[in-house]
């Protein structure tokens, strides 16, 4: 559900009236803060033959070190591109940029279709250490592209943000349709709901994007037109 006051939204108005560009940092190494290691308690002990309790609750999630809003944040980003049908039998196309896990493999990503790219890489493995991740979801302007503001939206994930962008069909560079505006305004809302939707969902289940979210809570931005979203 949409969060309309919090201070989640509090830290992205603070961090939109800076003017970060994350492609100054070097995003090739994952943070350098190390979190004190977890206390692991006593020992186990067996008791009359019977095999030692074995605590299987999840670790907790350890403290986001901090960065300021106006500087590139701790985490190296990934992105990766959905394509889905939605319930309405709409075909949907969102990308999700992420904080991230690195390895010597991973490589910088593309933005499709273009030879784009900023400080994401293709499909890393999630950072879970720190996480469930906040949640934000971003509307395109009039005649544009879901990650025509991707500087921003790599911007966010750097501090520990899920984004997601979703193409509002007919109304993208590649498939403008005026005489669809009517329909295409009033599927704008939607569009944005189920991309949150589906996204959460891929969270709670085995997957690149497993434990990626606690909750379908969001903040939601746009750009000139994405606003009247």
Known sequence: KLVTSSPLLSLLLVMGCA????????PAFPPTDEAAPLDAGPPS???DGAPPEVDSAPPEPLERPWRPPNEPGPFPVGLTTLEYEDARGKT????????????????IAHYQYTMISG??????????AYGPHPLVA???GYISIRYQSYVMMEHLASHGFVVIATDHATNTILDLDPSNDPLMMLERPDDIRYAVDHVY?????????EGALESDDYA?????FGSVT
């Open 19 to 26: 003017d970060p560009d994350p492609r100054s940092a070097n």
């Open 45 to 47: 002990v067996e008791v």
């Open 92 to 107: 949907l196309k969102t990308d999700v940029w992420y904080p991230a896990e690195l390895t010597e493999s991973d490589r």
């Open 119 to 128: 400080i994401s890489y293709a499909e890393p493995a999630l950072e879970r």
């Open 138 to 140: 971003f509307s395109h």
């Open 201 to 209: 969902a891929l969270s709670q289940e085995p997957g690149l994007l």
């Open 220 to 224: 939601a931005l746009g750009h000139s």
